[in-house]
Nanobody
Framework: QVQLVESGGGLVQAGGSLRLSCAAS????????MGWFRQAPGKERVFVGA??????????ADSVKGRFTIARDNAKTKSTVYLQMSSLKPEDTAVYYC?????????????????WGQGTQVTVSS
């Protein structure tokens, strides 16, 4: 059974940092892109960033460029994707979701057909 489990969320003051992790298991994700999304209260889920299967290409929303960094670790039995968040702002407050593409070798838009985690809350206080 495929599972994406996020961790690392919490409460942090503005200007602080957090690192989110997402462990993907149940099948190989070594050849698939992975990404992060977030959903603030009363708003739609939006793209934060993504990383290609090799880890050599990354993509970010304009709102987080220069502050957030995505990395991944493709171990033998599971892949883990990280989201290092720095210079956090109150507007970064949201539930953060990890996603993994169902099909390999594509960085096309993530859809409901892909795999998603349950989310982790990040709250940034002013």
């Amino acid at each position: 059974q495929v599972q994406l489990v996020e961790s690392g969320g919490g409460l942090v003051q503005a200007g602080g940092s957090l690192r989110l992790s997402c462990a993907a298991s149940g099948r190989s994700f070594r050849d698939t892109a992975m990404g992060w999304f977030r959903q603030a209260p009363g708003k739609e889920r939006v793209f934060v960033g993504a990383i290609a299967w090799s880890g050599t290409s990354t993509y970010y929303a304009d709102s987080v460029k220069g502050r957030f960094t995505i990395a991944r670790d493709n171990a033998k039995t599971k892949s883990t994707v990280y989201l290092q968040m720095s210079s956090l702002k109150p507007e970064d407050t949201a539930v953060y979701y990890c996603a993994a593409k169902r099909n390999p070798y594509t960085v096309a838009q993530f859809t409901t057909n892909d795999y998603w985690g349950q989310g982790t809350q990040v709250t940034v206080s002013s």
